[in-house]
C-alpha cells in the first residue's frame, strides 16, 4: 500500500510499515543507495546519502518490484527451390489477469509479437540462401547446392536461436533465382517498477514451416520466447503456458 500523499502526515513507523528497516528507526536507513537498498528506484523523490531527506520526500511512496519481461515471435520459413515460399512465424503474446500493477495504480493488460515473414520463392540468385539470425542466434543454413542432383533441403536454425529463421532449399545453380531463407522475428523487452500478482497467459508462436518445392524444400523457423523476471523469480517459456507471479 502507498504511502500518504502531500498534505497528509506521514511518520518513521509509516515509511518503517512500507520499506522494511531496523529499530530504532533511522532516516539514514532510506537513502536510494543505503545499504541494504530498502526504498525501491521508483520512489525517485527520495535522494542519495550526503542529500538532504525530508519527510515528504517520501508523499506516494511505494515499496514495488522490477518487472522485466521480454519476448519474441516464430521465425519465418525458408523457401523450398521450385517457388514454394515458406510459411510465416506465430506471434507470442501475453495477456495478463488481476496482475502487476504499476505504481500509479494501472493494470498490465496484453502484448503481442509478430513472427518473421517466410522466405520468398526468389532471392535474386541462383544459390540458396541462410535464414535470418535473431536477437537469440543465428539463423538455418541454406541446403547444399549441387550440379550433380545432390542438393538438400534447408536446415533449421538451433532450437535456441528463438525467433530465427529457416534456411532455403539447395539448388543446382543454375535455375536463375534461389529461393529465400526465412525471416527472423524481432524481440521485445521493457521493464518497469509495479506490485506483482495475479497470473499471466503466454502464448509461443511456431517458427514458419519451410516452403515445399518443387526440388528441394525450406528450413522450418525457430519458435517464439518469452522470459519474465519479477524480483528474483526467472521464468522463461519456450511452449505456451501459464506464469503465477509471486506476489
Do not use: C
Not at 543507495?33 to 535522494?47: E, F, I, Q, S
Not at 506516494?60 to 519481461?69: C, H, K, N, P, Y
Not at 529465400?180 to 495475479?198: E, I, N, T
Amino acid at each position: 500500500m502507498a504511502l500518504q500523499s502531500s498534505g497528509n502526515a506521514i511518520s518513521f513507523s509509516d515509511i518503517q510499515t512500507e520499506f522494511g528497516g531496523e529499530s530504532p528507526i533511522s532516516m539514514s536507513e532510506y537513502y536510494q543507495d543505503a545499504v541494504p537498498a530498502l526504498v525501491t528506484a521508483n520512489n525517485a523523490n527520495v535522494g542519495d546519502v550526503g542529500e538532504a531527506l525530508a519527510m515528504s520526500d517520501f508523499y506516494d511512496g511505494v515499496l514495488a518490484t522490477l518487472i522485466e519481461f521480454e519476448m519474441i515471435g516464430g521465425g519465418g520459413g525458408g523457401a523450398g527451390w521450385g517457388g514454394a515460399a515458406g510459411g510465416d512465424g506465430g506471434a507470442t503474446s501475453i495477456s495478463a489477469t488481476d496482475v502487476m500493477f504499476d505504481t500509479g495504480g494501472t493494470p498490465f493488460g496484453s502484448i503481442s509479437k509478430g513472427g518473421g515473414a517466410g522466405g520468398s520463392g526468389y532471392n535474386g540468385t541462383n544459390t540458396s540462401e541462410n535464414g535470418d539470425a535473431s536477437y537469440y542466434g543465428a539463423g538455418g543454413q541454406g541446403g547444399l547446392n549441387s550440379t550433380s542432383g545432390n542438393q538438400t533441403n534447408g536446415f533449421p536454425p538451433a532450437a535456441t536461436s528463438y525467433g530465427a529463421g529457416g534456411g532455403s532449399g539447395g539448388t543446382n545453380f543454375f535455375s536463375g533465382s534461389g529461393p529465400d531463407g526465412g525471416h527472423a522475428s524481432s524481440r521485445l523487452a521493457f521493464s518497469f517498477y509495479g506490485v506483482p500478482s495475479g497470473s499471466i497467459t503466454v502464448t509461443i508462436g511456431a517458427g514458419g514451416a519451410g516452403g515445399i518445392g518443387g526440388f528441394t524444400n525450406g528450413g522450418a523457423g525457430a519458435s517464439g520466447y518469452a522470459k519474465f523476471t519479477v524480483g528474483n523469480d526467472v521464468q522463461e517459456f519456450t511452449s505456451s503456458g501459464t506464469y503465477t507471479v509471486p506476489s
